[in-house]
C-alpha cells in the first residue's frame, strides 16, 4: 500500500472493469476511499471485494449514466454520501464505443453515444466540481482517447465524442482551475486486458507495430497516469491531456 492518496476520497465511473477498475484499485491501493461506479452490481461488489482484500477502501454506488443531468446528479449525492465525505477526485471514465460507420449510424446510436460520453461526464462535473470549490479544491480527470486526433476508418462517432471530452478538459482548467480543482485527461492508446500465455495476438498489436513501445499497452498503464494526476506530485498540470498510448500519436511510426 502506498500513500500517495492517503486521506483522499475518489468517485471512479465505469470502474467495474478493464482501465476503470484499474484505475480504482490503484487509487485504493495508494490510500484513497474510493466509490466504484458501474450499471452491475455483480462486477462492482467483485471489485470492491478484490480492494478490500488487499487492505483498500471502496464502496459500490450503481449508476446508469444515460446522459440526464439527473442521473449524474444523483451519483454525485450518493456517492458522498457512501464516503460521508465530500469527493476529492473525480474519474469520468464510463463510456460507449459504437463500432459502425458512418453511413450505418443510426439517429439513436448517435444520440445514445453523445449522451454517455459527453453528457453524463459534463452533469457529473457540473454536480462535482462547485462542492470541490468550497472544499478547498480536488482532481478531475477525464479519459480521452488517441482516436480523438488521429482519425480511424470505423470510429467518427467515438472520436468525436472523445475530441469534445478533451476540449472540455481545457475549458474546465480554465473555468475551475483558479479556484483550486485540477482538470485534466489521459488518452488511452490501443489497451487490452494482459492476454493469456499461448494466446492468438490481438488486431490492436498491429497499431502498434513500429512504435517505440512496440506492442499494446495494459489497464494499470492508464491507472499509473491517473494516480500521477490525482496525487500532489501534479500540482503544477493544468488542462493537460496525457498521451498513454506507447508513442503511436507523438511519433512516427514505421511499418513493419
Do not use: C
Not at 73 to 85: F, H, K, Q, S
Not at 137 to 153: E, K, Q, T
Amino acid at each position: 500500500m502506498g500513500e500517495r492518496l492517503q486521506g483522499k476520497t475518489a468517485l471512479v465511473t465505469g470502474s467495474t472493469s478493464n482501465i476503470g477498475q484499474a484505475i480504482a484499485e490503484a487509487f485504493a491501493a495508494e490510500g484513497a476511499h474510493v466509490v466504484v461506479s458501474g450499471r452491475s452490481q455483480e462486477r462492482g461488489l467483485r471489485v470492491v471485494q478484490g480492494i478490500r482484500a488487499a487492505g483498500g477502501r471502496a464502496d459500490f454506488v450503481p449508476a446508469d449514466l444515460d446522459g440526464s443531468a439527473q442521473a449524474s446528479r444523483e451519483l454525485a449525492e450518493r456517492a458522498r454520501t457512501t464516503l460521508g465525505a465530500p469527493i476529492d477526485i473525480l474519474v469520468n471514465n464510463a463510456g460507449i464505443y459504437p463500432g459502425a460507420t458512418t453511413a450505418a449510424t443510426d439517429e439513436k446510436t448517435f444520440d445514445q453515444v453523445y449522451a454517455v460520453n459527453v453528457k453524463a461526464p459534463f452533469f457529473l462535473t457540473a454536480a462535482v466540481a462547485p462542492a470541490m470549490v468550497e472544499n478547498g479544491g480536488g482532481s478531475i480527470i477525464n479519459l480521452g482517447s488517441w482516436i480523438a486526433r488521429m482519425g480511424v476508418p470505423v470510429g467518427a462517432l467515438y472520436s468525436s465524442t472523445k475530441g469534445a471530452v478533451e476540449t472540455l478538459t481545457r475549458a474546465w482548467a480554465a473555468e475551475f482551475g483558479p479556484a483550486g480543482v485540477r482538470v485534466n485527461a489521459v488518452s488511452p492508446g490501443v489497451i487490452l486486458p494482459p492476454a493469456p500465455d499461448g494466446s492468438d495476438p490481438h488486431p490492436g498489436e498491429i497499431m502498434m507495430k513500429g512504435t517505440p513501445a512496440g506492442t499494446v499497452g495494459t489497464p494499470d498503464a492508464i491507472a499509473h497516469a491517473a494516480v500521477w494526476l490525482a496525487s500532489d506530485e501534479s500540482a503544477f498540470v493544468h488542462g493537460t491531456v496525457v498521451d498513454v498510448d506507447g508513442g503511436r500519436l507523438g511519433v512516427a511510426v514505421i511499418a513493419a
